[in-house]
């Protein structure tokens, strides 16, 4: 997984008033969800946060609030309903012990066996959710398709990773090659 560095500063009033008056400030408020201990809450600047949301990229952040740092990944982005603009963001601080769960992005590599004969591959889901430890959650999930054939799917259950455990639903199509007019074409001469 990638780092991301990124430097906050601790606040102390909360609430709807001090939350807006940092919003009003280019800053965005924050909170470190730091499992068990008390949660730290802090403002970042507003476009220090852009390479790590608007990123298909997953990211461990290295996070430095008045000169303590934490290691913590994205838990929540609150946005605006109309204008898109961030108003608050969650972190949860990772433990090297402690197992977490993250939706990591899938990339299909070969060409599907049903592709060949004509049909199209369908990816139904973009990320998976995986549970295990920080270092061992890769940044990316490969999924070999080529023995995937016409009107077959993979489900997330079929599916085995090292080191991690997949926790979306295993019903759950991942992807699947559908049949097209030319590949039912094919079937009917």
């Given at each position: ?39 730290i ?35 929540e ?75 077959k ?24 090659v ?12």
């Open positions: 997984m990638k780092t991301f560095e990124l430097a906050g500063t601790a606040r102390t009033e909360l609430g709807k008033k001090a939350a807006k008056a940092i919003r009003q400030n280019e800053s965005i408020p924050c909170v470190l969800y730091a499992g068990g201990q008390e949660n809450n802090f403002t970042v600047a507003e476009n220090s946060v852009r390479k790590l949301i608007y990123t298909p990229n997953i990211y461990q952040v290295k996070l430095t609030i008045d000169g303590k740092n934490f290691d913590a990944v994205l838990k982005i609150q946005f605006h309903p109309v204008t898109d603009k961030i108003l608050h963001i969650d972190f949860l601080a990772v433990d090297d012990k402690k197992p977490i769960v993250f939706a990591v992005p899938i990339r299909t590599e070969g060409l599907a066996a049903g592709v060949k004969a004509g049909g199209k591959l369908k990816v139904e889901l973009r990320k998976l959710k995986v549970k295990g430890l920080c270092k061992d959650i890769p940044e990316v999930l490969v999924i070999n398709v080529e023995a995937l054939e016409l009107g799917a993979i489900k997330a259950g079929d599916l085995k990773f090292d080191n991690i455990e997949i926790v979306t639903n295993k019903n759950n199509v991942v992807a699947s559908l049949a097209t007019r030319a590949s039912r074409g094919a079937d009917n001469k």
